[in-house]
């Protein structure tokens, strides 16, 4: 049983390039969510998504988008990548309302931007 | 707005020693009280949550934590860490109330956990 699958694990972007991280959970979650790590900062949320074809922003979201156009992916895009997006991402995913279930998370992407 | 306090970045612990690991959280009313752990290049792993009734919440691994309304606290303890403890702890807080849509769930900046043998 996977759970929730990141991809990629590592990398590397130049200031101006685009990217795309891919979410997959094999658990039939209705809510993903994208969060970013810094350190001193804890967990921020980016974007989220309550169902299949529906996302929300978060906390942070400028500077990215997503899509959930299947109900076991949830893609994060970043469109002309900047320093200050150099962070760890986290993808997760629950059942039900975050608030009172568990969420799951993915190991996380290790971006730095250059 | 609900907001999550770790006070201690980081704690070292003898290995065999008891452990507690501070939490206070701001809310207007019961909130929801979550703790996660991240070991080293993992995700998030939930340890335990608090939604109501006994004021003590027994997790995996050993650990408990205790709900202490009039503190705004959420304390969490292990009597006798393992070295496999070496981790980081995040204390969250979510909304009691509230139907529909996204209820946010606030995280704390974590709490890195050194365990020395």
């Known amino acids: 049983n996977a759970g929730v699958t990141q991809t990629p694990k590592f990398r590397v972007l130049k200031t101006g390039q685009s990217m795309t991280l891919l979410c997959a959970q094999d658990?039939?979650?209705?809510?993903m969510y994208w969060y970013r790590q810094d350190p001193g900062m804890g967990l921020r949320l980016i974007h989220y998504s309550v169902g299949e074809g529906t996302t929300a922003k978060g906390e942070v979201p400028d500077g990215y988008n997503v899509s959930r156009l299947k109900k076991q992916n949830f893609l994060l895009g970043l469109e002309s990548a900047a320093p200050s997006q150099t962070s760890v991402y986290f993808c997760?995913?629950?059942?039900?309302?975050?608030?009172?279930?568990?969420?799951?998370f993915g190991q996380g992407t290790r971006l730095t931007v250059v | 707005a609900q907001s999550v306090t770790q006070p201690d970045i980081h704690i070292t612990v003898s290995e065999g020693a008891s452990l507690e690991l501070r939490c206070n959280y701001s809310?207007?009313?019961?909130?929801?009280l979550f703790w996660y752990v991240q070991s080293p290049g993992q995700g998030l792993q939930l340890l335990l949550k608090y939604f109501s009734g006994d004021t003590l919440v027994q997790g995996i691994k050993g650990f408990e934590a205790e709900f202490k309304r009039s503190q705004s606290s959420f304390n969490l303890r292990k009597p006798s860490v393992h070295w496999s403890d070496a981790a980081e702890y995040f204390c969250a807080v979510g909304p009691y109330g509230g139907s529909g849509g996204y209820q946010k769930v606030t995280f704390g900046i974590g709490t890195k956990l050194q365990v020395i043998p």
């Open positions: 809310y207007g009313a019961t909130p929801y």
């Open positions: 997760a995913s629950s059942y039900g309302k975050l608030r009172n279930t568990e969420a799951f």
């Open positions: 658990m039939n979650h209705e809510y």
